[in-house]
């Protein structure tokens, strides 16, 4: 009888141990397939979840290879906080790792960071981190980190190239008539005087109705050239719209602003090919001294008298602002 019920008694258990080991399986599966959902949703977005062992400085990554977002094989890029470090931009390292040192030190709630790390290839990838400490030891002393690290790579191009768009011409990449209003807005100081240029070209309209738009746009952009190659290094040009181009310089010297406008007339004073044309255009420039106090506006409508001025003179000149005019 004893024998028997040892016999259905172990029986039992083998059954139950069978059972809980298919639950178990199962829950597993489950968990599996969860996982599975998680992180392909993650990598789908470029997110990468990591927890860090702060002591040791190693780190775990769940759902993606350590360094595979900046191009590196495992053998190549070690799970470490040191290396992670190392692939930071230079103008961010310093304050990137100051923001992480600050949460482990508990001076700031969580470690938060939008920068930039360095490809393999020699591009950079734009990286959004945040973290948190999740475990601490007896005596307070942080253990374990756990945060994401999401690559906005493309969004940071395109708000970039959306910046790039709002402040700059299109055509000539030149500034546009909001970003000159604005540098000379912010140069402006007590005593400090500069010069602006405002330069139409003569004949273009002739020569983009007889030749075509796409003929027009390389003349801007010739012209757009030439600004840019005889304005030197400490100008700021842009392109207001259709041929209206202006330069901003830090010089108030009428003699070093007149050889500048004559080295300009002098590029287009005979006819050159462009495209396989024959092209004569001319330049009307107008330059007004401005100094602190005037506005962009103000300083333009000067400048823009002055050229009349070269325009009712025969064209393809330079002249001053005169306050008579």
């Known amino acids: 009888m004893a024998s028997d019920t040892a016999a259905e008694l172990i029986a039992q258990l083998q059954a139950e141990i069978a059972q809980l080991k298919s639950e178990n399986a199962h829950l597993a599966a489950l968990n599996y397939r969860a996982e599975e959902k998680l992180f392909a949703a993650l990598d789908g977005n470029g997110l990468c979840l990591w927890e860090q062992h702060i002591p040791s400085g190693n780190l775990t990554i769940f759902n993606m290879r350590w360094g595979e977002m900046l191009g590196f094989s495992p053998e190549e890029f070690a799970a470490h906080v040191d290396i992670w470090k190392s692939k930071l931009h230079p103008e961010d390292k310093e304050w990137v790792i100051k923001a992480f040192e600050d949460h482990v030190n508990g001076q700031a709630d969580y470690y938060?960071?939008?920068?930039?790390?360095?490809h393999k290839d020699g591009s950079i990838t734009w990286v959004s981190d945040r973290g948190r400490i999740v475990e601490r030891l007896?005596?307070?002393?942080?253990?374990?980190?756990m945060g994401s690290h999401i690559d906005?790579?493309?969004?940071?191009?395109y708000e970039?190239?959306?910046?790039?768009?709002a402040?700059?011409?299109p055509l000539t990449n030149l500034m546009n008539r909001q970003a000159i209003a604005k540098v000379f807005d912010e140069s402006s100081q007590p005593g400090i005087h500069g010069a602006l240029f405002f330069i139409d070209l003569d004949g273009f309209k002739a020569l983009n109705d007889r030749h075509g738009h796409k003929f027009g746009d390389s003349l801007l952009?010739?012209?757009?050239?030439?600004?840019?190659?005889h304005a030197g290094e400490f100008a700021q040009i842009a392109r207001l719209?259709?041929?209206?181009?202006?330069?901003?310089l830090p010089s108030f010297d009428r003699e070093s602003l007149g050889a500048l406008a004559q080295s300009l007339l002098d590029v287009y004073r005979d006819k050159f090919l462009l495209e396989?044309?024959?092209?004569?255009?001319?330049?009307?420039?107008g330059i007004d001294i401005f100094g602190y106090g005037d506005s962009f506006a103000e300083s333009c409508d000067r400048a823009d008298a002055a050229m009349y001025r070269v325009k009712h003179q025969g064209k393809h000149g330079y002249c001053f602002y005169q306050s008579s005019e």
């Open 112 to 118: 938060q960071a939008v920068h930039r790390m360095l």
């Open 221 to 229: 952009m010739h012209v757009a050239h030439t600004l840019v190659s």
């Open 152 to 157: 906005i790579t493309q969004e940071k191009r």
């Open 138 to 145: 007896a005596d307070g002393t942080p253990l374990r980190m």
């Open 160 to 165: 970039i190239d959306l910046a790039r768009l």
């Open 167 to 169: 402040h700059s011409d």
């Open 276 to 285: 396989g044309c024959e092209v004569e255009v001319g330049l009307s420039i």
């Open 241 to 248: 719209g259709g041929d209206e181009f202006v330069i901003l």
